[in-house]
């Protein structure tokens, strides 16, 4: 018999996921905790961002909608793409109104025409991808020129996850979630022509002190946190960069 791949694993298991569950932390993998960390970051960083009301936004990789929906609260065109069909059916149930667009299709051939969308944004992918250099040369591809692309990915250098990762090793087992080096992702981006605007880490408590989570909402413990030389990088359970695409 053969043996699935890495990323039909991933697949199977995202099919999976939105077949049992119907809450979105549930069907896009996440713990509660670590959606809610994600979206107050990606709010905070949407934020300071000039958008023009009439932009269009890719989310790519939209699981259960999540994004999608919080992004048409500003009145622009908004399309969630996502290779899972019952995640697709959960956010087409969550968003009975129809705020977004969804469309079935892989990242690494995405089914748009070049300098489609003036912002990508790519949450929860990268984890699940063998080649995430081959979906951002989609994602820059389908960028218009001052667009701007927001992707996030699982920090390599994160001290559990460093922990993790040896532990796999020594028992001969496959990772089961790909990390990164944020060096590494920069250089992608620049690489492809984007300017790297910011980098913001996402950090999430120990599920054993998951009150820990209030003391992380705190104003300014985020920025002192990012502001400690370092820290972010043993820290941060991901990561999320921001790249400009400039003519």
């Known amino acids: 018999m053969r043996m699935r791949t890495f990323e039909e694993e991933w697949r199977r298991r995202f099919e999976r996921f939105a077949q049992r569950y119907d809450v979105d932390h549930l ?6 905790s670590g959606l809610r960390r994600r979206l107050a970051l990606f709010k905070e960083l949407i934020a300071l961002q000039e958008l023009h ?13 999540t994004y999608v929906r919080f992004l048409a609260t500003f009145g622009r ?8 069909l019952p995640s697709l059916s959960r956010a087409l149930a969550a968003d009975p109104n129809r705020a977004g667009c969804y469309v ?43 667009g701007i692309l927001m ?8 001290l559990v996850a460093l922990a993790r990762s040896a532990q796999e090793r020594l028992r001969g087992r496959l990772p089961r979630v790909h990390t990164y080096s944020p060096f590494q992702v920069h250089r992608w ?29 705190l104003k300014g413990v985020f ?8 820290f972010s990088l043993g820290g941060a359970h991901a990561f999320l960069l921001i790249g400009a695409k400039y003519p």
């Open 53 to 65: 009301p009439s932009i269009s936004i890719l989310d790519l990789g939209c699981g259960a909608g």
């Open 151 to 158: 992707v996030d990915f699982l920090n390599a250098f994160e």
């Open 189 to 217: 981006l620049t690489e492809r022509g984007l300017k790297v605007v910011r980098r913001a880490g996402v950090y999430l408590p120990p599920r054993a002190f998951i009150w820990l989570e209030k003391v992380l909402q």
């Open 77 to 84: 065109r908004v399309v969630g793409l996502d290779y899972s």
């Open 223 to 230: 920025y002192i946190m990012e502001g400690i030389p370092g």
């Open 104 to 146: 079935g299709g892989e990242a690494y051939k995405l089914p748009f025409c070049d300098e489609s969308f003036d912002l990508v944004v790519s949450i929860g992918v990268f984890q699940a991808l063998a080649c995430p250099e081959r979906a951002l040369d989609e994602m820059v591809r389908v960028l218009r020129p001052k």
């Open 27 to 32: 069907v896009s993998g996440w713990s509660e």
